[in-house]
C-alpha cells in the first residue's frame, strides 16, 4: 500500500533554470495539496487540486508557479526561472475526499545556486 | 484562523509516557484537532485527530478538554523513533488548508 510518492527527492537547478516537481498520490486518492517550508519554518498551504481542476491557489506566488494534476499521471509543481528565495522543501498531500486527513510525501528538497 | 500554542521543545527518557500540550482557547466548535509529526528530512506524518471526545489509534491517545480550548498528545511509550516536531493544528470541517506553526520538538533520551 504504497504511500504519496514525490520525485525527485532532492533538486539542484541554478538561478534562472526551471524546477518541476511530480506527486503521485496514494492510491484512491483524487485530491492533491502542495505545501513549501522554509528552513526553520512551518509548512505553508500553496495550492489544492482534484484531477483537471484547481480548486485553491491562494497560497501560491503570482508569478514564475504553477500546478496541474492532469487526468492521467502525477501532479506537478513547476516553478519557472527559479530565484534563491524559491529553495525549500516542497510537500505535497493527498486525500480520498476533499476537505479529509491528508497524507504527505516525503518532499523534493530544492536548492537554488 | 484559529491559532494554536505549543511549547517549542521537550524532552523524555526513552520507554517512558509523553504528554504533548496544545492550547486553542479560540477554537470553534466545528474546528477539529489533528496531530502530526515530522521526522528529521521527512514529511508530516499524520498521528491522530478529533473533535470532541478523547481517541485512541496504535500510535498515541488524544485528550481533548471538556471546554475544548486545549489538548493533549499522550504517546504512552516513548522510543529513540518518536523524536520529531508534533504539530497541533485546527482544521475547520469542511476546510482543507492545514496551518503549521513551529511545533514541539520531543527530543527522547536513552
Known amino acids: 500500500n504504497a504511500g504519496v510518492m514525490q520525485n525527485p527527492r532532492h533538486l539542484v537547478r541554478r538561478r534562472g533554470q526551471e524546477a518541476r516537481l511530480r506527486c503521485s498520490p496514494m492510491?484512491?486518492?483524487?485530491?492533491v495539496y502542495w505545501y513549501r517550508q522554509l528552513p526553520e519554518e512551518g509548512l505553508k498551504f500553496m495550492v489544492y487540486?482534484?484531477?483537471?481542476?484547481?480548486?485553491?491557489e491562494s497560497g501560491m506566488p503570482k508569478e514564475r508557479f504553477s500546478a496541474e494534476f492532469p487526468k492521467e499521471g502525477p501532479s506537478i509543481l513547476r516553478i519557472q526561472q527559479v530565484v534563491r528565495g524559491d529553495s525549500a522543501a516542497y510537500f505535497c498531500?493527498?486525500?480520498?475526499?476533499?476537505?479529509?486527513?491528508?497524507?504527505f510525501g516525503p518532499g523534493t528538497r530544492l536548492t537554488v545556486l | 484562523d484559529a491559532k494554536t500554542t505549543q511549547p517549542n521543545s521537550m524532552e523524555s527518557n526513552e520507554e517512558e509516557p509523553v504528554h504533548l500540550p496544545c492550547n486553542h482557547s479560540t477554537i470553534s466548535g466545528t474546528d477539529y484537532i489533528h496531530w502530526y509529526r515530522q521526522l528529521p528530512s521527512q514529511g508530516p506524518e499524520y498521528v491522530i485527530h478529533?473533535?470532541?471526545s478523547n481517541v485512541n489509534n496504535r500510535m498515541a491517545s488524544l485528550a481533548i478538554a471538556e471546554d475544548r480550548k486545549s489538548s493533549t498528545l499522550i504517546l504512552h511509550r516513548a522510543t529513540l523513533r518518536d523524536a520529531a516536531v508534533y504539530y497541533c493544528?485546527?482544521?475547520?470541517?469542511?476546510?482543507?488548508?492545514?496551518?503549521f506553526g513551529t511545533g514541539t520538538r520531543l527530543k527522547v533520551l536513552a
Open positions: 487540486l482534484q484531477k483537471e481542476n484547481i480548486i485553491d
Open positions: 492510491k484512491g486518492h483524487s485530491h
Open positions: 478529533g473533535l470532541t
Open positions: 498531500a493527498s486525500s480520498p475526499v476533499g476537505p479529509d486527513t491528508q497524507y
Open positions: 493544528i485546527l482544521l475547520t470541517s469542511g476546510t482543507y488548508k492545514y496551518i
